[in-house]
T-cell receptor, first 114, second 119 residues
Framework: SQELEQSPQSLIVQEGKNLTINCTSSKTLYGLYWYKQKYGEGLIFLMMLQKGGEEKSHEKITAKLDEKKQQSSLHITASQPSHAGIYLCGADHAGGTSYGKLTFGQGTILTVHP | GAVVSQHPSRVICKSGTSVKIECRSLDFQATTMFWYRQFPKQSLMLMATSNEGSKATYEQGVEKDKFLINHASLTLSTLTVTSAHPEDSSFYIC???????????????FGPGTRLTVL
């Protein structure tokens, strides 16, 4: 089974709608990272969460970390076509023992229709 | 700040040849860089951890003689795919963290990726 599960695998929404992407870890999280990728391109860093209950926002994107549940959610408010892409969560499962090594979820493909 | 570049962005080669991919941190020093591989519509899989001044650490199942990694300086790591075959065709992405004192040390920044096609 996957160490990091993302859901849904794909999402199609109408412009202006809100949406949520979830990332659930089967191991203890020392850090949870959210990235956005356009197909065939590199990853754009969105946010990093480390502490249980932490919540961060950037423009219309908010991410939360529920450390107890080993889960993070990414919420986009009033989605726009520019939000379309692949959203990946990356987990630091090793903490200080293997600095920077990340395990990635399978990604969520977001399509926003104008 | 915290920009990572990769070169080339795209390469097509014949089966049996070797291909070198460069990963550079442009505005910070990185003692550790990471190399990932991504197949179409799949997530990133960590291949190896590149350590400046020492040997790379490879993930289970990754052939170290096939994928040679050299971390020549604090701003450059190279991945050489030796004797490439069509099954090596993939999207290769590197990443690096700034480290203490250079901005957010916990954030990994990714290069734009290199698409390798082996004919």
């Amino acid at each position: 089974s996957q160490e990091l599960e993302q859901s849904p695998q794909s999402l199609i929404v109408q412009e202006g709608k809100n949406l949520t992407i979830n990332c659930t870890s089967s191991k203890t999280l020392y850090g949870l990272y959210w990235y956005k990728q356009k197909y065939g391109e590199g990853l754009i860093f969105l946010m990093m969460l480390q502490k249980g209950g932490e919540e961060k926002s950037h423009e219309k994107i908010t991410a939360k970390l529920d450390e107890k549940k080993q889960q993070s959610s990414l919420h986009i408010t009033a989605s726009q076509p520019s939000h379309a892409g692949i959203y990946l969560c990356g987990a630091d499962h090793a903490g200080g023992t293997s600095y920077g090594k990340l395990t990635f979820g399978q990604g969520t493909i977001l399509t926003v229709h104008p | 700040g915290a920009v990572v570049s990769q070169h080339p962005s795209r390469v097509i080669c014949k089966s049996g040849t070797s291909v070198k991919i460069e990963c550079r941190s442009l505005d910070f020093q990185a003692t550790t860089m990471f190399w990932y591989r991504q197949f179409p519509k799949q997530s990133l899989m960590l291949m190896a951890t590149s350590n400046e001044g020492s040997k790379a650490t490879y993930e289970q199942g990754v052939e170290k003689d096939k994928f040679l990694i050299n971390h020549a300086s604090l701003t450059l790591s190279t991945l050489t795919v030796t004797s490439a075959h069509p099954e090596d065709s993939s999207f290769y992405i590197c990443s690096a963290s700034p480290g203490a004192g250079q901005g957010n040390p916990d954030t990994q920044y990714f290069g734009p990726g290199t698409r390798l096609t082996v004919l």
